[in-house]
Nanobody, 129 residues
Framework: QLQLVESGGGLVQPGGSLRLSCTVP????????IAWFRQAPGKEREGVSC????????NSADSVKGRFAISKDNITNTVYLQMKSLTPEDTALYYC??????????????????????WGQGTQVTVSS
């Protein structure tokens, strides 16, 4: 059982930036596919950005392309979501999730059939003036 810990959320003005962090225990970060999801009140959970095992592929939702970027640091076992040009529509609870099955070259922005096995508790991002 992996316990994922997100941090970095907060209140930011429109047009601002934030960097979210997700710490993944252990030293096998490269083997996992990692994704960031978000859920706003009254809306369905949405996949935001993902990174495949071994970093062979990344993908982002159309709504965040060019603004959000996923990256990782193997030394600290941390996955980041760098967010810029934030808008009020980006306000949501952001979660990181891990797919424990190595899938080089493939990552998914949907949690179809429980693809993602481990989830963090979420970190709140609020974009408001």
């Amino acid at each position: 059982q992996l316990q994922l810990v997100e941090s970095g959320g907060g209140l930011v003005q429109p047009g601002g930036s934030l960097r979210l962090s997700c710490t993944v225990p252990g030293n096998t970060l490269d083997y996992y596919s990692i994704a960031w999801f978000r859920q706003a009140p009254g809306k369905e959970r949405e996949g935001v950005s993902c990174r495949s095992s071994f970093g062979h592929a990344t993908n982002s939702a159309d709504s965040v392309k060019g603004r959000f970027a996923i990256s990782k640091d193997n030394i600290t076992n941390t996955v980041y979501l760098q967010m810029k040009s934030l808008t009020p529509e980006d306000t949501a609870l952001y979660y990181c999730a891990v797919d424990k099955i190595p899938r080089p070259g493939v990552c998914a922005l949907e949690d179809a059939r429980g693809r993602y096995h481990y989830w963090g508790q979420g970190t709140q991002v609020t974009v408001s003036s």
